[in-house]
């Protein structure tokens, strides 16, 4: 079964409003989740690393004020986007590493946000 | 940074018949490569995965080669079924380092009947 879940599958909001993101790892404790976005027919683009406890860590030419990740625990990482544009329409997908440790970093992908901002 | 390349972007084969996907990376520390199924609208999907110390994995009719000296890796699909449609993607990262995924532009695969 899903071992990462996300919450909502899908939002519609209107230009200039916040939408959060909610990224779950259900059967394991995740200090490091990653946060990518996926524009129609393009590839997956690494947004940022989120780290327990800590800040961040964000891609070049990622804003990070105006994407915010908040990783308040093992269990749970949240991206919200800040005055949401048109621009930033797109599939938001999350992941965290199968295990911790040396070559067992298979990343288990979350269902996805579909985000359609007005 | 590590920048993936992969080709060809779209690819028909008839079913029954073999399809192949390839990939370059440019970072020579990397040391893991994944390849995905992604299909629409879906999370994606690893369907089988290599170490840098190993030149070959096959799982059933998936296969994937590695060339470490020249820094690209094939995924090759036989005996290719409808259901192997969808999109694929291959990604490089380096474990033990900071674990981060880059991916290729993606393959569009169909299997023609």
């Known amino acids: 079964g899903a071992v990462v879940s996300q919450h909502p599958s899908w939002v519609i909001c209107k230009s200039g409003t916040s939408v959060k993101i909610e990224c779950r790892s259900l059967?394991?404790?995740?200090?490091?989740m990653f946060w990518y976005r996926q524009f129609p027919k393009q590839s997956l683009m690494l947004m940022a690393t989120?780290?327990?406890?800590?800040?961040?860590?964000?891609e070049q030419g990622v804003e990070k004020d105006k994407f915010l990740i908040n990783h308040a625990s093992l269990t749970l990482s949240t991206l919200t986007v800040t005055s949401a544009h048109p621009e930033d329409s797109s599939f938001y997908i999350c992941?965290?590493?199968?295990?911790?440790?040396?070559?067992?970093?298979?990343?288990?992908f979350g269902p996805g946000t579909r985000l359609t901002v007005l | 940074g590590e920048n993936v390349e992969q080709h060809p972007s779209t690819l028909s084969v008839q079913e029954g018949d073999s399809a192949v996907i390839k990939c370059t990376y440019s970072?020579?520390?990397?040391?893991?490569f994944p390849w995905y199924k992604q299909e629409l609208g879906k999370r994606p999907q690893l369907i089988i995965d290599?170490?840098?110390?190993?030149g070959e994995k096959k799982d059933q009719r998936i296969a994937v080669t590695l060339n470490k000296t020249a820094k690209h890796f094939s995924l090759h699909i036989t005996e290719t079924q409808p259901e192997d449609s969808a999109v694929y993607f291959c990604?490089?990262?380096?474990?033990?380092?900071?674990?981060?995924?880059?991916f290729g532009t993606g393959t569009r695969l169909t299997i023609i009947p």
């Open positions: 992941s965290r590493l199968r295990l911790a440790g040396a070559f067992d970093n298979e990343q288990f």
């Open positions: 059967d394991f404790q995740a200090t490091t």
């Open positions: 989120s780290n327990e406890g800590s800040k961040a860590t964000y």
């Open positions: 970072d020579s520390a990397s040391n893991y």
């Open positions: 290599i170490r840098s110390n190993v």
């Open positions: 990604a490089a990262s380096i474990v033990g380092g900071n674990e981060k995924l880059t």
